[in-house]
């Protein structure tokens, strides 16, 4: 800090007094100006070396600014303690954060026994003062040299003029370059430098110095050489056995090993098959190999009613089964009563189990109409109403379990209703048995014609289809 500059009067009062005009004022105003200036400066001194509190700010009295005597021979720099050191008497070491003076000269042994030994004596404890700020990272040093090779590893490779005969399911001992990688185990080819078709290859069985045995599995060539070189090699696959059989045999489920190749066997290959009945009963035989079946069933539709007065009614279809229980039952259809179309009845068994279509009603007034139709089953097969004017009914198709057709009236009530369709089933049956008993459904009969009518049509009798599958 600069000091501030000392004060020096400007003005003589009583000889410029008879001079200058209004000389007290302005001189004055100078006078006062020089001394607060003076004195400001003085105060921003001593504030940079005095706290408010009077004690001298931290920092003013440092080392360098006491006298030679007081450097000497009263304090002296605080340095690290440490062990074997000769210490003055007024030297001042820094430990476990405590400044303390020696009062003893000595040379430094355990602080802890120094101290203890009142060779010295504590000022204070120290306080870290605050971080200061990180400065500024330094400039990235250049790239340091690239470092010597590292040594040659142990590789594999190797030679030998060790004259062996090619041969099989032996072994065979080299003499080779001692300190190589193969080890016991390892898989190892010795071929001709010459010509590497000529090879011997196999499992390393000893290796000690310059000494190389191979257990010899494979060859290629023939002859015997004296200019070997070594390569590992991979372990050839070898052909394994299925379910401990070798050669050709048939495996589970219809797979066939046969010249080498995995194949379906010829039973497994037939295409399906297909068995129908289209009336009557019997045993169904499973044929061989046949692994699941799948059965579509259709019952007997219902015949027509006639017309006329005193018409007869139609008669209710057959049922078409399978198996004992029965397993599968596809239900008739009911046949026309009077002038009211026959109903389906529900089928049962199947994973897909459809009551057939109810028969088209008739007419019961005293005019001419036509019958009502016969009901439609999944084959279609209905047969149509008599035409109006004593026109017989039409029956249902064979074989479609479709409801036969009402008879016609003329002027006679009524007309007669149509019969209604066959039910019909739909099932897969895995792992059949051997043998099912079934039956088709026979159509209804038709409904005989009243006075001045006509008679109705007979219902479709059912179907039992039958496919056979070989394979998944």
Not at 61 to 74: C, E, H, I, P, R
Not at 312 to 330: D, I, K, V
Not at 361 to 373: F, I, K, L, M
Request: net charge neutral; charged share 5%; with cysteine.
């Amino acid at each position: 800090m600069s000091q501030p500059p000392p004060y020096s009067p400007q003005h003589a009062f009583i000889s410029d007094s008879a001079t200058l005009a209004n000389f007290p004022g302005q001189a004055l105003d100078v006078e006062f100006n020089n001394v607060k200036t003076t004195t400001d400066q003085i105060r921003t001194n001593v504030a940079l070396i005095q706290r408010d509190d009077g004690a001298l700010a931290n920092g003013i009295v440092t080392f360098d600014s006491l006298s030679a005597a007081l450097q000497s021979n009263g304090l002296s720099p605080a340095n690290a303690w440490a062990t074997g050191v000769s210490f003055l008497v007024g030297n001042s070491v820094v430990t476990n954060s405590n400044l303390y003076r020696c009062v003893v000269a000595h040379t430094s042994g355990t602080f802890a026994t120094d101290l203890a030994a009142g060779k010295w004596v504590l000022v204070g404890a120290l306080v870290a003062g605050p971080k200061g700020e990180t400065g500024a990272a330094g400039a990235t040093g250049a790239a340091g040299a690239t470092g010597a090779t590292g040594p040659q590893g142990i590789g594999y490779g190797g030679t030998s003029t060790t004259s062996l005969l090619i041969a099989n399911s032996t072994s065979k001992t080299f003499t080779t370059q001692a300190g190589l990688a193969y080890q016991v185990g390892s898989y190892v080819r010795a071929s001709s430098m010459a010509n590497g078709a000529n090879f011997m290859e196999g499992v390393v069985s000893a290796y000690s110095g310059t000494s190389l045995t191979i257990a010899v599995t494979t060859i290629g060539g023939s002859g015997t050489f004296a200019d070997w070189g070594f390569a590992t090699a991979g372990v050839p696959g070898s052909a394994t056995t299925i379910a401990g059989n070798s050669g050709p045999f048939t495996l589970a489920n219809g797979i066939s090993n046969t010249g080498n190749q995995i194949e379906l066997t010829a039973a497994r290959r037939t295409l399906p098959t297909t068995q129908v009945f289209t009336s009557g009963s019997g045993t169904y035989t499973t044929p061989a190999n046949v692994l699941w079946i799948e059965i579509e069933i259709i019952g007997g539709g219902g015949g027509g009613a006639g017309s006329g007065t005193t018409s007869g009614n139609g008669g209710a279809g057959g049922a078409s089964t399978w198996g004992t229980g029965p397993l599968l039952s596809a239900t008739p259809g009911n046949g026309g009563t009077g002038s009211a179309g026959g109903s389906g009845t529900t089928p049962s068994g199947g994973y897909l189990n459809l009551p057939g279509n109810a028969g088209q009603a008739g007419s019961g007034v005293a005019t001419a109409n036509p019958g009502g139709d016969g009901g439609s089953g999944p084959l279609g097969g209905a047969g149509k109403g008599g035409a109006a004017g004593a026109g017989p009914g039409a029956p249902g198709q064979a074989n479609t379990g479709g409801g036969g057709g009402g008879g016609g009236a003329n002027t006679t009530p009524n007309s007669g209703g149509g019969g209604a369709a066959g039910g019909y089933v739909r099932a897969i049956i895995n792992s059949p048995n051997a043998t099912y008993a079934y039956a088709v459904g026979p159509g209804g009969s038709a409904g005989t014609s009243g006075t001045s009518g006509a008679a109705g049509g007979a219902g479709g009798s059912g179907i039992i289809i039958v496919r056979e599958h070989y394979g998944s």
